[in-house]
């Protein structure tokens, strides 16, 4: 795994445009140019990491940043991941999230937090393998203030 750099973007919206039409989505990519050109830019609110197999990228990982009052420190949020389908089951996502887990734990972070579709059950699994579950007595809610990166 690397950092991705101003170089990757488009290898990233290659990325991103396969990871969203596998759940019907076009994806915007004007706004995700202007969002990864941010969090290349402002590393306090995220980083992107390249999957690779091999020499090879495959797919990604965006971290973002957010403190939270209930754990007095950071939160980091796992919001994309994604590796080409002629590359998954070969344990690379796991990899990748034990990776970011480390990153998480040696820079402080508090705790991490993932979004994935309750139908998504392959997701869900990778990331259970790698200790995360359900919070008790919690439920996501969502307010969208913008249009999202994706269009239905």
Known sequence: MRKATQNDLELFLAFMTEFYAESGYEL???STTQA???I???PNLGQIW???????DVGHVLVTFKFAMEYAGMVACIDDLFVLAAH???GLSSAALEEIRKHCEDNQCRGMTVEVANDNMPAQKVYRRIGFAPLEN???LGLTLANPAHVI
């Open 28 to 30: 915007n990519r004007a």
């Open 50 to 56: 390249l999957i690779q197999d091999g020499p090879k």
């Open 138 to 140: 919690r439920e996501l």
């Open 88 to 90: 998954r089951n070969r």
């Open 36 to 38: 990864f050109h941010t």
């Open 40 to 42: 290349l830019e402002h």
